[in-house]
């Protein structure tokens, strides 16, 4: 069983930066998406970023050239530098990992940009 807990969520001001860290425990592939995904307020849950085996990254198009991905295989771990906040960016975030047809969530952490 994989758990994921994240951390690094606040508050800031827009055009500040936050980075967000996940770190998993459990069995984690190499070949294993991981990435990020948001939800705000009254809004569908929506991927923000993915990170493939092979670190090529995909982005939504409202945060390509702000945010930037990376992942830590060795520990397990995937984060996301979040520049150039806006107040759009506000959503509870949250770590996924997606492997032979499971995915894993965790329990998201909170990111509020003020204007």
């Known amino acids: 069983q994989v758990q994921l807990v994240e951390s690094g969520g606040g508050l800031v001001q827009a055009g500040g930066s936050l980075r967000l860290s996940c770190g998993g425990s459990?069995?984690?592939?190499?070949?294993?998406?991981m990435g990020w995904y948001r939800q705000a307020p009254g809004k569908q849950r929506e991927l923000v970023a993915r990170?493939?085996?092979?670190?090529?990254?995909l982005y939504a198009d409202s945060v390509k050239g702000r945010f930037t991905a990376s992942r830590d295989n060795a520990k397990n771990s995937v984060f996301l530098q979040m520049n150039t906040l806006k107040p759009e960016d506000t959503a509870v975030y949250y770590c996924?990992?997606?492997?032979?047809?499971?995915?894993?969530w965790g329990q998201g952490t909170q990111v509020t940009v003020s204007s």
């Open positions: 459990g069995s984690i592939s190499r070949l294993a998406y």
């Open positions: 996924n990992v997606a492997q032979f047809g499971s995915n894993y």
């Open positions: 990170i493939f085996s092979g670190g090529s990254t």
